[in-house]
Every structure is written in C-alpha cells, then in structure tokens.
C-alpha cells in the first residue's frame, strides 16, 4: 500500500506520521510546500509520478473564525482543492478519505446525528467543509467521508493546549456551556484510519459518510473543566451561555455524532474522550 498524506503536518496529519512506522506500508507525507493542494496541475502531476493506493487529506482551513472573512480562501482549500485531489484519486486509480467535520450541522438535534441526517452548515467554515464532501462524493462513489468533532491532539494548536495556557495565565475564565458535542484525541482517529484503510482493499464497496470522534459528551465547559482537572491547574472556571461569548462564527449548539456505523462496518472500539484526553495530557506533560 502506498499512502499519500496532504497537510500532513497539522493535528492528524502529524498523528498518522506518528503512527506510520508500526503499519509496514509506504506513506508520502506532504504538506502545502509539498504539495500545495490548492494547485490542480500540481494535484494531478504529483498523482502521475506515483502511484498512490490511497489518499487521506488532513488539509484544511480551520480557522473557523478567520473563515467568515477569508470566504473564498476557505471555500478553495476545502472544498474545490477537494474536487481536484477526487479528480486525481480516480484518474490514477487512488482512494481518497477526505476528513470532514461536526459543523455541517445546524446543532438544532437533541440525539446523535447519524450519517445520513440533513446537514445544515451553522458557518462559513462548515459550508465549505460539506461543500468538499459533495465535491469529493459526487466525483468517485467509494470515497470515505469521516466526520469528526472537536479534535486535539500533542501536535498543533487546539482548545486543550488554550485551556492549559489560559489557566495558568488568568485565575477566571468563563467557557460556553449550552454547545454540546464530543471531543477527540486525533490520535484516536488516525489509528481508526489506519484500522480502516487495509478493508478498504479487501472490498471497495465502503465508500460513504462515518462519523467518529470520542465517545461520550461534553459541552465546553465540560471539556475545560476536565482538562484543568487532569492537568493540576485551578482556576475559577465560570460557565458561559453562547450569547455571553460572541464570535465571528456560529458554533453549533448540539453536535453529538452516532458512531454505531463505522464501529460495526469496521470493528472500531472507540475510547470514552476522559480516558483520551489524560493520554493527551500526559504526553504533554512529559
Ligand atoms: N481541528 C478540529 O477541531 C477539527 C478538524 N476537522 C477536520 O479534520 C481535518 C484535520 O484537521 P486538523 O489536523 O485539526 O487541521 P490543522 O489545521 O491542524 O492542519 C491542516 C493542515 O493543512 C495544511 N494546509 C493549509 N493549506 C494547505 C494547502 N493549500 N495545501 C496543503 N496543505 C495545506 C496546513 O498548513 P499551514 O499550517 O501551513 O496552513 C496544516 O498543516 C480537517 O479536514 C479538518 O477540517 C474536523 C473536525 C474538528
Ligand atoms: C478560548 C475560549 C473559547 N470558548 C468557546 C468558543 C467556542 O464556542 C468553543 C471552542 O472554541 P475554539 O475556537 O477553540 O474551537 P472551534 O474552532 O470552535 O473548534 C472547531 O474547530 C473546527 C475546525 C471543527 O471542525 C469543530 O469540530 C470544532 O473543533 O469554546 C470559550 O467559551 N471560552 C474561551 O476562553
């Protein structure tokens, strides 16, 4: 297997690198000097000099805020760079998983939001994210869609290391607590891949929308309070109501997935995001 990896060097992409060596397959990680995925010519020549068995694309504009300013920035990199890395996979005989996310949810639910409810993006960012989706699917029927939620990871920037920062900065911090959803170690979801990519040869009929993250459910305010908990640090933590936190971007009010499907098409067990988050901690404590 021959594995390509674009924005390999973000929060997934650096757990796949992590992961890569105990699988015994050939990756190829690239980043946007690499391999600028926002560059058609570029996509398809780089997918003619190799030849890939599989593509997993960790690029993205995650800036979820920056995103309502930066609209067509965000649209090019999510969702028509997307139509350019399907067109490639399905000339040169590659599978594409495109990573997408819990935002192309309206957060109006009150259950788990299984793969084939209505999407209904709350922001621009989320827009762009089912956009790429649409752009991917309609070009290739056996592309893995994986919506996650709320990721973190030792590698990047993210709600775990501004929590850790901003607790030992201030000693009151108000955090949002009527937006529910499930946080999730990437590392949890690059291992899900990598469980995921050898099925994908022994039978090509799995393409479709999965959702993954953690297990469990958390709003914000949860999730800050555990990681002051698991990591020493007190803090006057104040729950906040959406309206007493403006951003730029809507978020979602409930965006708890269902994973029953990719656990039993795949036979994924999914860590609970407690159990998760105090690998996470550990591995930046040390
Ligand atoms: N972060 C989250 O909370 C969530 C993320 N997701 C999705 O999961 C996936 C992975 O997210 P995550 O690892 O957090 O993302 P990151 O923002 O950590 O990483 C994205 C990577 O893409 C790179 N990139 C940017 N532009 C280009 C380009 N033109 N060509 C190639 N690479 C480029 C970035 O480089 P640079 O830093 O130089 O810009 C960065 O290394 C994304 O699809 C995201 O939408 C889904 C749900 C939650
Ligand atoms: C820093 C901070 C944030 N918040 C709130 C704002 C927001 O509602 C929530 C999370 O804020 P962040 O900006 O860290 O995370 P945000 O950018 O909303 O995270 C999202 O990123 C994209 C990429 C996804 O795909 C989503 O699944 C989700 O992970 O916490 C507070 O209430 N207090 C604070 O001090």
Request: charged content about 20%.
């Amino acid at each position: 297997m021959k594995i390509l990896v674009t924005g390999a060097n973000g929060q997934l992409g650096s757990e796949l690198q992590a992961l890569a060596t105990t699988t015994g397959w050939e990756w190829t990680f690239t980043d946007r000097e690499e391999l600028d995925i926002t560059d058609r010519s570029a996509v398809l020549s780089f997918f003619q000099q190799q030849q890939f068995t599989h593509c997993v694309n960790c690029a993205a504009y995650t800036a979820v805020d920056k995103a309502e300013e930066d609209k067509d920035l965000t649209l090019l990199l999510n969702a028509t760079a997307v139509e350019y890395l399907a067109e490639a996979c399905k000339e040169f005989g590659a599978e594409l998983i495109q990573i997408s996310t819990d935002f192309v949810f309206d957060g109006k639910a009150h259950l788990p939001l299984k793969e084939d409810q209505a999407v209904d993006p709350v922001n621009h960012y989320g827009f762009t994210k089912w956009k790429g989706e649409q752009a991917a699917t309609d070009l290739m029927s056996n592309v893995v869609v994986i919506r996650t939620s709320w990721l973190y990871s030792r590698f990047g920037n993210n709600f775990v290391k501004t929590m850790q920062r901003l607790g030992k900065e201030r000693d009151t911090l108000g955090v949002i607590v009527d937006q529910v959803g499930t946080p999730t170690n990437a590392a949890d979801l690059a291992d899900a891949i990598v469980q995921v990519i050898p099925q994908l040869v022994k039978d090509h009929t799995f393409g479709g929308i999965y959702h993954y993250s953690n297990e469990g459910v958390a709003s914000w305010y949860d999730f800050a309070h555990e990681i002051f908990h698991q990591s020493n640090i007190t803090v006057d933590l104040k729950p906040l109501a959406t309206f007493q936190f403006p951003t730029p971007a809507a978020r979602p009010h409930y965006s708890v997935m269902d994973k029953s499907k990719i656990k039993e098409t795949f036979g994924i067990a999914i860590a609970h995001w407690k159990d998760s988050l105090k690998i996470c901690i550990d591995q930046l404590a040390n």
